[in-house]
């Protein structure tokens, strides 16, 4: 394998959770709700299958754990900003703060131990084939799934009347609740499709990116994909343009330690969370763009009347 | 089985001061099942969290170091917030706070005298409220969202500090350890009872402030401004209240506690610039904010009860074994039951059984 090859394969790799992430908030945001806690749901869907892999042995079952940890996290935040009306800006940060916590405690037992890594697809033949082999045929399954969600998801928001009644549900809720659509049901769904997104995400960086649990291994990709969301204005085929764009930020700054580029490594460390804030700021420019797309509702609690 | 709400007419004045204290039970009770599935007594955990560091003397000056910059940040943070400017940054800003608060010790060691402290006091301020400043210019500027650029902030100040640390500022008398050369005593906050144990002055600056930050928005238009501004943004703008300049207040005020805050740390406890100047203590601070009803006097009150889950964790991890991971998980807990009580401020809250025509029949 070249480098140019396994450059671009480690490209997809770390662009991999980002883009989970992302799209499964994007979606959340579409129905009008702001869950900042994708950073604590990551990384309780990392220690959730990276424990689920360690104990069975079977990376599968890591996945499906990953997933549940994810959804799980998410319930909690839906139940409170949802059927408590609780301020969603504070109660996704608590969601941080205690995925964070409740991660290093469960994670605890695992510090250090040998992982188990999700197989890479192999297809006889086409894996083989120089340079598009690997990148298209020899990737891991998460990978797939990301980019089936991709498709997945602009099919449902744009092409399905589900979509369209979630979306609705995200720029009025008022008017969306007259029409008789249960506002709430479709906002615990949307957070649980986030949140198992998310947790999916959290279970790439535990069984494929770096098969070993280390303490808050997301390392702000959470807040990466919420920022995804916002440069992507909620548009899905832009998240992944964002999420590798960032997977390649991030690649190239590690080339670039590996190489021994006089610039010190603090600095490349810190490019992927400048390059974020560069990005935002390049964004919020086209405010129309913004506008047109961004959720009316977005971070505002609803309650139904009688 | 549902939950329903129903809006107040007024908000309850009496949840207002009662929600924080069934949230911080709740949370008691959720730790106390927390330790039971840990396999440790139930109890005896509580009691080595919440009893054991209090009932000793120098544990308690202990807490008073870890509370000054919770109650100095969570303080700084009630006016951010009240204003409807989400700064979850003030981690990065209190590590710029520290590392300018250092640099007159540490990059003029020969200049000794009474004027270093207030003078390392000013820079560890004006480090601070710079930095808070980015993400208030971003967001005025360029429209950006100021909670995900504060935040990021906080990485990148994280790797300005190892690298400060590591490089241009390791000890040169230091066998190549990670940190700056020792302060002097004239860059020292004094200790208070240096006979029973280790807190400093900074506790007392931590309340001085907090008690003028309650004055500020007590008391003053621009507390008034503050409060306007973020109830209801049209109405401020009728008034005529610069909403761009409070985004610079709240921010640059913020950032200056926490400067103070990180100062306070390095110039206090530690007496030197490590690789990493706070556990965590500007991500707590938020916790500070909202358990003490964004009241910079409630924030003294938030901040004592949060510096005791950091220093709790660190007693029962010594007499009951338990992880000092848990602290967090308790901090986590305390933020979440106290926003799901929140809502008992605006809403009644009722529980329904059975099917929703039933229910109201009943009603």
């Known amino acids: 394998m070249g480098l140019t090859e396994a450059i671009l394969l480690t490209i997809a790799t770390a662009a991999t959770p980002l883009l989970l992430a992302a799209i499964g908030e994007l979606v959340v945001e579409r129905s009008g709700v702001l869950n900042l806690g994708v950073e604590g749901m990551m990384i309780m869907g990392a220690v959730g299958g990276f424990g689920a892999a360690a104990l069975t042995g079977n990376p599968w079952i890591g996945v499906i754990a990953a997933v549940a940890f994810g959804a799980l996290t998410s319930l909690a935040f839906a139940f409170l900003t949802l059927s408590l009306a609780a301020n969603q800006v504070a109660t996704g940060l608590a969601l941080t703060i205690l995925g964070l916590g409740l991660s290093g405690l469960l994670g605890e037992p695992f510090i250090g131990k040998a992982g188990v890594k999700l197989p890479s697809l192999d297809l006889p033949f086409l894996t083989d084939i120089p340079l598009i082999g690997p990148l298209i045929f020899g990737q891991d399954p998460i990978f797939y799934v990301s980019i089936a969600l991709i498709f997945g998801v602009t099919w449902f928001l744009f092409r399905t009347r589900h979509g369209l009644t979630l979306r609705s549900i995200g720029d009025n809720h008022v008017s969306a609740h007259a029409l008789g659509i249960p506002v709430l049901r479709y906002r615990y769904l949307a957070v649980m499709f986030g949140g198992a997104c998310a947790g999916l995400a959290g279970g790439h960086l535990s069984l494929v990116y770096t098969p070993q649990w280390v303490e808050n291994m997301s390392a702000g990709r959470g807040w990466i994909a919420l920022a995804l969301v916002v440069f992507a204005s909620w548009r899905p085929a832009r998240v992944l343009a964002g999420a590798y764009l960032f997977g390649a930020v991030s690649i190239g700054q590690l080339h670039a330690q590996a190489l021994g580029v006089a610039i010190p490594s603090q600095f490349l460390t810190a490019l992927p969370y400048l390059a974020t804030i560069i990005v935002l700021v390049l964004i919020s420019q086209n405010i129309r763009m913004t506008l047109i797309n961004t959720p009316a509702m977005l971070g505002r609690a609803f309650v139904p009347d009688r | ?363």
């Open chain 2, 1 to 363: 089985m549902k939950l329903e709400l129903s809006k107040r007419s007024a908000p309850s004045i009496v949840m207002t001061y009662l929600s924080p204290l069934i949230g911080l039970s709740l949370a008691l009770v959720a730790g106390a099942i927390m330790f039971m599935f840990l396999g440790k007594p139930p109890l005896q955990a509580l009691y080595a969290y919440f009893i054991e560091p209090i009932s000793e003397l120098w544990s308690v000056h202990e807490l008073l170091i870890k509370a000054a910059p919770l109650i100095l940040m969570g303080a700084g943070l009630c006016v951010c917030y009240q204003s409807n400017n989400w700064n979850i940054g003030a981690e990065g800003q209190m590590i710029i706070g520290g590392m300018a608060g250092s640099a007159l010790p540490v990059m003029f060691p020969e200049f000794s005298g009474p004027l270093v402290l207030p003078l390392m006091i000013v820079f560890g301020m004006l480090g601070g409220m710079l930095y808070a400043a980015i993400p208030a210019l971003l967001k005025t500027r360029f429209k950006t969202n100021e909670i995900l650029t504060s935040l990021m902030l906080v990485y990148v100040a994280q790797m300005i500090l190892d690298w400060t640390v590591r490089g241009p500022w390791r000890n040169p008398e230091g066998l190549n350890f990670p940190e700056t050369r020792r302060f002097d005593a004239f860059a020292r906050i004094p200790e208070m009872l240096p006979a029973d144990g280790r807190a400093n002055f900074g506790f007392i600056i931590a309340i001085v402030v907090a008690i003028l930050i309650w004055v500020l928005m007590s008391k003053t238009l621009k507390g008034f401004q503050v409060k306007v501004i973020g109830a209801s943004p049209r109405a401020a703008k009728f008034a005529g209240f610069d909403a761009k300049h409070m985004v610079f207040f709240a921010f640059m005020l913020a950032g200056a506690t926490a400067g103070l805050a990180g100062t306070i740390e390095v110039a206090g406890a530690t007496g030197q610039l490590l690789p990493t100047i706070s556990p965590g203590y500007g991500f707590t601070a938020i916790i500070v904010a909202f358990l003490g009803r964004l009241n910079p006097i409630g924030a003294i009150v938030a901040g004592l009860v949060l510096a005791l889950t950091f220093l709790g964790g660190e007693a029962a991890q010594i007499t009951i074994g338990v992880s000092d991971k848990a602290a967090r998980v308790f901090q986590g807990l305390i933020l979440f039951f106290v926003l799901a009580c929140d809502t008992l401020i605006l809403y009644r809250v009722r529980l329904i059984f059975g099917d929703k025509t039933a229910a109201k029949g009943a009603a």
